[in-house]
């Protein structure tokens, strides 16, 4: 058994989310040298169940083996449909098992990939369960920068308890780029009330469900203060244009302004 290629793949189970459960049977596939063997893991994320399958290749000369790829099955404990889709270890950008998981209950990841020219960018990815792909199992939609969907701007819509301490909005933050379903504090005429939020990139705002897991409108969660001060914004503009309009009017001479309005009066 080559001990390098041992704690290479160790590090990539670590790195994706296996964790140190596999390491034994790990190093006991490898001793047995066959051209290919599998490893199986199992976790329970909320009301289900995902059975992950890892996949190991050895190269077609030499000894070094390689983790190509996992696939994850998962359903709910009490429903016989069952969700499946591989995902592929490469430079491109690999996955996590949480992010993995997460991308199968149906939530946004956002991540940094390589594109095959190796240039570098940033995207959120949401699984497309109503297209099918036929290597992997789902279409996996993309919504880049120029997208134009900025999480901590979204947030600050919202009366979040805490969202103005730096600290705890980069670590909501970060657990919403996971892919993580958030639980947050609103506060709202006065009130507290628990809510858990997940961000929702292709319609630019954030999903919100009550204590009881019941999707929300979160369009009428937002800070009604904030829409006050649009409100009023607004209400003052459009005051101080037609104050400027009264007082540039009453500046002008008496013909000056009857001949610019004999100019804009349309010929008969």
């Not at 979204?154 to 301490?165: H, N, Q, R, S, T």
């Not at 506060?187 to 999707?215: N, V, W």
């Not at 800070?223 to 500046?251: F, P």
Request: hydrophobic share 30%; with cysteine.
């Amino acid at each position: 058994m080559n001990e390098n290629n041992f704690e290479y793949l160790r590090s990539q189970l670590r790195y994706t989310g296996f964790g140190e459960a596999l390491e034994i049977e790990l190093r006991e596939k490898l001793k047995q040298n066959q051209p290919d063997f599998t490893l199986y893991h199992e976790t329970y994320p909320e009301d289900r169940v995902a059975r992950t399958t890892l996949n190991f290749t050895r190269a077609k000369e030499g000894d070094m083996y390689f983790f190509n790829s996992y696939k994850v099955e998962m359903q709910k404990e009490d429903i016989s449909n069952v969700l499946e889709h591989t995902f592929y270890i490469d430079r491109t950008g690999t996955f996590t098992m949480k992010e993995a998981q997460n991308l199968m209950l149906g939530r946004a990841v956002n991540k940094d990939f390589t594109s095959r020219e190796g240039q570098s960018y940033n995207a959120w990815v949401q699984m497309d369960f109503k297209n099918p792909d036929e290597n992997t199992g789902f279409k996996i939609n993309k919504y880049h920068q120029n997208y134009g969907y900025d999480l901590e701007l979204v947030l600050e819509k919202y009366p979040i308890a805490g969202i103005e301490d730096a600290s705890f909005r980069e670590n909501l933050m970060r657990s919403l780029q996971k892919g993580s379903l958030q639980e947050v504090v609103l506060l709202r005429q006065g009130e507290h009330s628990r809510h858990f939020i997940e961000a929702c990139p292709q319609f630019k705002t954030i999903g919100i469900y009550d204590a009881d897991m019941k999707k929300m409108d979160s369009r009428l969660l937002k800070d009604v203060k904030q829409i006050e001060t649009v409100y009023e914004t607004v209400g003052d503009i459009k005051k101080k244009s037609a104050d400027a309009g009264l007082k540039s009017a009453e500046q002008q001479p008496a013909g000056e302004t009857k001949n610019r309005r004999q100019r804009r009066s349309p010929k008969l």
